[in-house]
């Protein structure tokens, strides 16, 4: 499918037997709107009738989508008030785009332990997403909101982990937060795979597209093995980039470094864009971090040093993180 060597990519899967290593895990059901609309980007025609029914079925998610579309995040001119004037103006993939990211936040299981923290993990993937949406407008317009998917549900395989195998992986995320190590490393060394193939098998299961299934197994993975994949004509590498963004759980500077130079390397992105990135991330961080029951206050443990980064390139910000007001969640 749209040349990615899909054959390979389950062969990976496949090498590491995950359906004989988690046979007792038991991955969350689907919400039916995601298994609906699902349906839909699997279909040859998706119908845009179909996918209105979708999300006013249901009211929490369609509540959402339309405070997102009337947000900052689309300067629309004028206020959008039904389900079916938001497909209209936006299109069918980012309205998908948008209810996926919602149903997926209702979707995954809020492990009871002290290394998850809710906060936290949609703090990191929501900027994360952003980020991979800035990019892609940059250097793959058009591929926007499929790179901001991807990267949004790219850590899906972590709560599932915590949760039902927690005993396996808790040692992983302990000696990640002890260590200056990319969690991938850990996994590695630890189980000899990572949480990028593990989630890549489960949006498999799920039956998700292979090309976001492509999208989230390399989200971990160097531009070699991108080019392996015959992935470099889709939005993979803008999606590992914005992947390598340090956790607002550690504050990692050559991370932020290294975000900008792969940016630089594998990218083609010019340095200078990277003040006009930083002011995206952040303005859209707070158009709607509400609306994925966040109060805002980690986004700045990742901005603050990815912009001071950006300044030791002698580039000035064109404006300072927006204030984030409280909300309840």
């Known amino acids: 499918m749209d040349g990615i060597n899909i054959l390979e990519l389950e062969r990976r899967i496949a090498r590491h037997q995950f359906g004989r290593l988690f046979k007792t895990v038991e991955l969350p059901a689907l919400p039916a709107a995601v298994a609906n609309i699902l349906d839909e980007l699997n279909s040859d025609e998706p119908d845009v009738g179909r996918l209105e029914q979708i999300i006013v079925a249901e009211p929490s998610i369609s509540l959402r989508v339309l405070r997102t579309v009337n947000s900052s995040l689309y300067a629309l001119r004028a206020e959008v008030t039904t389900v079916r004037h938001a497909i209209t103006l936006l299109g069918f993939r980012r309205i998908s785009s948008v209810v996926l990211s919602y149903a997926m936040l209702e979707a995954l299981p809020q492990p009871g332990t002290e290394l998850f923290k809710q906060e936290e993990f949609w703090t990191d993937n929501l900027l994360r997403a952003l980020l991979a949406k800035a ?172 912009g001071q980064t950006i300044q030791q390139y002698g580039l000035e910000l064109c404006v300072q993180p927006p204030e984030l007001e409280p909300q309840s969640t």
């Open 135 to 306: 990019i892609a407008r940059r250097t793959r317009p058009g591929e926007e909101e499929e790179a901001f998917t991807a990267a949004l549900i790219s850590d899906v395989a972590m709560p599932i982990l915590l949760q039902q195998m927690e005993e396996m992986y808790a040692p992983v995320i302990t000696r990640w937060r002890e260590e200056p190590v990319r969690l991938a490393d850990i996994e590695r060394e630890m189980h000899h795979w990572d949480h990028a193939l593990l989630g890549a098998w489960i949006l498999k299961e799920w039956r998700f597209p292979d090309r976001l299934v492509g999208l989230v197994g390399t989200h971990n993975s160097d531009a070699a093995d991108i080019a392996a994949l015959r992935m470099c004509d889709t939005p993979a590498a803008v999606v590992a980039t914005a992947c390598a963004l340090p956790s607002c759980m550690r504050r990692d500077p050559e991370r932020c470094r290294a975000v900008i130079e792969r940016s630089r390397q594998d990218l083609d992105l010019p340095l200078v864009d990277w003040p006009g990135i930083w002011a995206e991330v952040a303005e859209n961080f707070h158009a709607i971090y509400a609306q994925f029951n966040l109060s805002g206050d980690d986004a700045q443990k990742t901005l603050l040093p990815l």
